[in-house]
């Protein structure tokens, strides 16, 4: 059964400053890693996919990077803003039967200090 | 193009009512996939409809039930309700076409969610 961890649960930065975000997981035969973002009490935006053949996925500020072989996947984010302030979710898809499930972390709470 | 939809944003019901989710999903997308989101639990998944069939269920009991119509709008229902049934409900969906297919390159779009409070 995969399982999916995130560290840390939360995190507090300044604004302006470069941070990482962990993401691990105990089955590496993945399809790709997904990177969602969550504002307090609404959906997931998908931010970020990267399949399991790629090592990294970038848009705008943010980069994702992969490691399947030790179970690992980074959020980088460069110059944090206030506007960053979300939780973010790290996810891989399973598929049995036929079917599509996505197997999620807990999410860390990021605050950008202004 | 209009995204995931769902109905309604809030509930609050009482301990054994049951109640309805509803979720339009994205014009053409044929899967629609609900999530459970709890504070406690996080996200967990609850089952996944194609094409009117359920392709998948989570580990939840069986007052959870679903089903897709052929417009692929999919409702959930929640019979007797408890306490622990207060949470945020997610009902993503996704492209058409065999998940084997799709999967390397495909994500699932989610909905704002239902949040339910059970008193």
């Known amino acids: 059964k995969q399982e999916v961890t995130q560290i840390p649960a939360a995190l507090s930065v300044p604004e302006g400053e470069n941070l990482v975000l962990n993401c691990s997981f105990t089955d590496s035969a993945i399809y790709n890693l997904q990177w969602f973002r969550q504002d307090p009490g609404k959906g997931l935006t998908s931010l970020l996919l990267i399949q399991s053949s790629q090592r990294e996925q970038t848009s705008g500020r943010l980069n994702a990077s992969l490691d399947k072989s030790s179970g690992r996947s980074t959020l980088y984010i460069a110059a944090s803003q206030p506007g960053d302030s979300a939780t973010y979710l790290c996810a891989v898809p399973y598929s049995g039967a036929g079917s599509y499930q996505l197997t999620f972390g807990k999410g860390t709470k990021l605050s950008v200090i202004p | 193009k209009a995204g995931v939809t769902q109905t309604p944003r809030y509930l609050i019901k009482t301990r054994g009512q049951q109640v309805t989710l509803s979720c339009s999903p994205i014009?053409?997308?044929?899967?629609v996939s609900w999530y459970q989101q709890t504070p406690g639990q996080g996200l967990q998944f609850l089952f996944e409809?194609?094409?009117?069939?359920?392709?998948n269920k989570g580990n939840f009991p069986g007052r959870f039930s679903g089903r897709q119509f052929s417009n692929s709008r999919s409702e959930m229902n929640v019979s007797t309700l408890e306490l622990g049934d207060s949470a945020l409900y997610l009902c993503a969906s996704s492209r058409p076409g065999l998940a084997e297919l799709t999967l390397k390159t495909d994500t699932q779009y989610f909905g704002p969610g239902t949040r339910l409070t059970v008193l």
């Open positions: 014009s053409g997308h044929r899967s």
């Open positions: 409809y194609f094409s009117e069939t359920q392709r």
